[in-house]
């Protein structure tokens, strides 16, 4: 940042786009301020570029300065380590490593044109829905910021390739985004990565990259046996865990045992992570570590009034009670009063069907049959994304 601010005017101003968008994405009244006090980026003509942003209240992707410095580098030079930028902006030459400042206005000229890109709202919005409709809809169930940045900055490339349609646009980055999640691709040593798939993007083009990438990764063996374990987890923020959760968004699955209920409403609004065994029922019957009864294959999304109504119950018996509602039609526990409807509630929420006969003695068995599920689940939604 203060090496854009060193360029003069011009420089100081682009600092500011970068400050002020970031600063109007997550407080958005301040746009009134900016404009009172800061005559000089008012009156360059900048400020017009971020105005939509005191409109905006969405949060689902809010990127801070690094942020935007690694997409610009990504979008204006096929770099992606910020040292590279600078670099750039100081005029040295990546083939010689020698410096030249009259390399420096045109790399300002190429700083600029990827900002302006960046904080256009058309293409910020239109980034967004595409990642919402893979069903990431909220903060929460996107736990790498660098896999936003990265997917943010393919798009981005993809607008400027001619021979790209919008759907393939949106395929492409839709599935590059749902993949990198799945393969943790941007953790680590991401900037190294980046550089290596912004090169091989260039060279064979993002679709054919893309299917390098997933028949080299999502094999076979991923989705049997690798994720599977990758499920083998205490954490809801798990990517893999978040993964299924978007599969469910954006496949309109229903909560547990719901009969309207979506998991994407529970999402937006108010929904409850519930055991499908009861952590009370599990650590008085041989289960009393954490690490046991808080795996998220024993976890779903449920209304609140159904994981009160279910409480500390073993399967047998709340299902048994829902059996009954399904027999009666008096409802207590949720609305569901068709035994087929119960089994596609069931299939949508990956739990096994034999869920009425879970005890204690098969609990863990019914961790490994409900990871293969979700597994199962994923794989689909990722074929159709």
Sequence with gaps: MSKIATYGERGRNLRKVIDYFCHLAVAPHAYSDIAEHDKEFAGSGYLSSIAWLKDVAEDLYDPAYGDVIRIAGLVGFSRGKASSIVSELSGRDPETHTVDEARIPAAYDRLEGALLQIVKKYHFENFLMIIKSAGFIVPGMIGSKNALNFAYALYLRLRADETTTEGERKRI??????????????????????????????????????????????????????????????????????????????????????????????????????????????????????????????????????????????????????????????????????????????????????IFAVTAASYPEFLDRRRRLMAEVIRSYFDQL
């Design 173 to 354: 980055v839709r599935r590059w985004f749902v993949m990198s999640m799945l393969t943790q691709r941007h953790s680590g040593s991401f900037e190294s990565t980046w550089e290596q798939d912004i090169r091989r993007i260039g060279a064979v083009g993002a679709a054919a990259y893309l299917k390098q990438i997933e028949e080299s990764k999502l094999t076979d063996g991923f989705w049997n046996v690798a994720l599977p374990a990758n499920l083998e987890t205490t954490s809801t923020s798990s990517p893999f865990f978040q993964v299924f959760l978007a599969a469910q968004v954006a496949t309109g699955k229903r909560g547990f045992l719901s009969r309207s209920i979506t998991v994407a409403a529970m999402q937006q609004q108010s929904g409850d992570i519930h055991h499908i065994v009861p952590k009370d029922y599990l650590r008085n019957n041989g289960f009393p570590d954490r690490g046991d009864y808080n795996q998220v294959a024993n976890f779903a999304l449920t209304e609140t009034s159904i994981n009160i109504s279910i409480s500390n119950k073993p399967p047998a018996t709340y299902m048994a009670e829902l059996l009954t509602q399904i027999d009666t039609g008096k409802l207590s526990l949720g609305e569901i009063v068709d035994r087929a409807d119960l089994e596609t509630n069931l299939q949508e929420n990956a739990v096994p069907e034999d």
